[in-house]
T-cell receptor
Framework: GQQVMQIPQYQHVQEGEDFTTYCNSS?????IQWYKQRPGGHPVFLIQ?????EVKKQKRLTFQFGEAKKNSSLHITATQTTDVGTYFC????????????FGQGTTLQVKP | GAVVSQHPSWVICKSGTSVKIECRSL??????MFWYRQFPKQSLMLMAT?????????EQGVEKDKFLINHASLTLSTLTVTSAHPEDSSFYIC???????????FGPGTRLTVL
């Protein structure tokens, strides 16, 4: 079945350093979404990428969707302690049915 | 953004009892709702897809007779964990979808502990 792999599993950075998490799907995706989950909380939607090669920015966050629509990345510039949490990518590979397959998540720790 | 609520937010029950979790879309009509389970430090695992007025579609490995899902209206879906056992202890999260190209809006989750 469809799988979405995400690396790294954990990342510890010093405040101010950059951070990147990568997501790879075993199949071509119709779209990919990114979520952030704080400890004890629920996933919060960050962004959706639909087009091949799409790049979107939200302040210090940059999201990319690969040309083949099978991989994606989230890059955070100059991390802050408020960026702490687990970042999940989730792919919709089933022809826009809305059903998402989540990656394993990358847990970010930021040392002040 | 759209709001999804879940009730209860946490529940502790004895082994063998059944627990019902409600998921409501508060300000939109959710044609589809999804139920996920998340164990500590793990990702969200899709359990089932629920469409209003029809039977839920369960993912492989999820027992439909154990996890009963009812999607009675466009704003309410319920998950009943029947004859709960300690291994069912987990964080159960629902999400609502207004349209197939829409994003999923997640509820705050229900933490189930089975003693």
């Amino acid at each position: 079945g469809q799988q979405v792999m995400q690396i790294p599993q954990y990342q510890h950075v010093q405040e101010g350093e950059d951070f990147t998490t990568y997501c790879n799907s075993s199949t071509t995706l119709s779209n990919i979404q990114w979520y952030k989950q704080r400890p004890g909380g629920h996933p919060v939607f960050l962004i959706q990428l639909v087009k091949s090669g799409e790049v979107k920015k939200q302040k210090r966050l940059t999201f990319q969707f690969g040309e083949a629509k099978k991989n994606s990345s989230l890059h955070i510039t100059a991390t802050q302690t408020t960026d702490v949490g687990t970042y999940f990518c989730a792919g919709d590979g089933s022809g826009n049915t809305g059903k998402l397959i989540f990656g394993q998540g990358t847990t970010l720790q930021v040392k002040p | 953004g759209a709001v999804v609520s879940q009730h209860p937010s946490w529940v502790i029950c004895k082994s063998g009892t059944s627990v019902k979790i409600e998921c409501r879309s508060l300000d939109f009509q959710a044609t589809t709702m999804f139920w996920y389970r998340q164990f500590p430090k793990q990702s969200l695992m899709l359990m089932a897809t629920s469409n209003e007025g029809s039977k839920a579609t369960y993912e492989q490995g999820v027992e439909k007779d154990k996890f009963l899902i009812n999607h009675a209206s466009l704003t309410l879906s319920t998950l009943t964990v029947t004859s709960a056992h300690p291994e069912d202890s987990s964080f159960y999260i629902c999400s609502g979808l207004a349209g197939v190209t829409d994003t999923q809006y997640f509820g705050p989750g229900t933490r189930l502990t089975v003693l």
